[in-house]
Every structure is written in C-alpha cells, then in structure tokens.
C-alpha cells in the first residue's frame, strides 16, 4: 500500500509548488488542503474566515483529515495551520509520512508580501505577523520526520532531497 507524503510547514515554504512537481515525480495524486476545503464547502478560504472565522476553518482542516484517512498514494500540500490541532498530526500521520518545509523568516516575508490571498496576513503588517505567527508556532513543524529548507536549496535540489528521503526511508 503507498503511503501518503504529507508535505507540512508554515506559509511560503513552498508547500504547494512542491507538493504537485514531488506528486507528478511519485506518480501520486496531488492534493491541496486548502483548494480540497474549498471544493467541499464551495467558498474560498479567504471566504470561510471572512464569513465563518478562523475555528470554522480549522475544523474543516479536521473533517478534512479525517476524510483523507481511507485514500493512499497522495501528494497532500496542507495549509500552514494544519498541524495547530494535535489531532490533525495523529490523523494525518496514520497512512502518511510527514515532509517538513521550512525557510528563513526573511524569505517568507519576501514570497508572501505581494500574495493577496492569505487571510491572516490581510491588512496586517506582513513582517510583524509572520514573526509573530512563527514564535507562536514554535515546534509544531517538528511533527515532521525530515525537514527541508527551501530558503537555502533551490526547487530542483528540496524536490531531490525529499524523493532521496522517501527512498532511503525504511518503511
Ligand atoms: C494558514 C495558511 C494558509 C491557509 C490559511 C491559514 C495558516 O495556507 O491554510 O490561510 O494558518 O498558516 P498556506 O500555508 O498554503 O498559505
């Protein structure tokens, strides 16, 4: 049975853009928490926090996971929160292998500040939020068994290193 690859960090570490070309690599579905929550509902995630708040939001990141619990050979890129509820790490790591990102709060800062999309950062100052949300955050990407920084590697070479990873990984 494939496993899921789990692909976990905070906003811009490149979750998304991985997660597809790793799940093209794989051969794996690609599966996006966010655009997945978004189909279900039928409202946007900007949308969701707008009208419902930001718990409504979470618990559709547990329905979600819950959901997920049956289905193998998934690429899932999850949205930057997903590992704040301990119950998403435990469901999700059931039939997954959880793949830390992270990058320097910097170059966050740098791939987030023109991106309009991400409720949390809405009318905020960027660079105090992220720092903020990051000390807030502290140790929650740890549930990940292999982390990659994809401030000091290039697309190519954190792709490389995951698929290495998953392969030299004893299941
Ligand atoms: C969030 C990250 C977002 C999205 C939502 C909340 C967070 O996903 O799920 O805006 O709490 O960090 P990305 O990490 O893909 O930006």
Redesign the pocket.
Known sequence: MKTNVVLV????TG??SLGRTLARRLGYRFI???LAIEKITGLT?EMI?RRHGVIR?RSE?TLLAKRLLGKTGLVI??????L?NKENVELLRQNGVLIGLRADPEIIINR?KNKKH???LKKTNIRETVYR?LREREGVYDAAEFTVDTGQLPFEASLNEIIKYLKDRPS
């Open positions: 960090g905070f906003m811009g979750k998304s996006d928490t966010d995630v926090f939001f990141e890129s999850t949205g930057g929160g997903m704040l987030v991400r409720p949390l949300l």
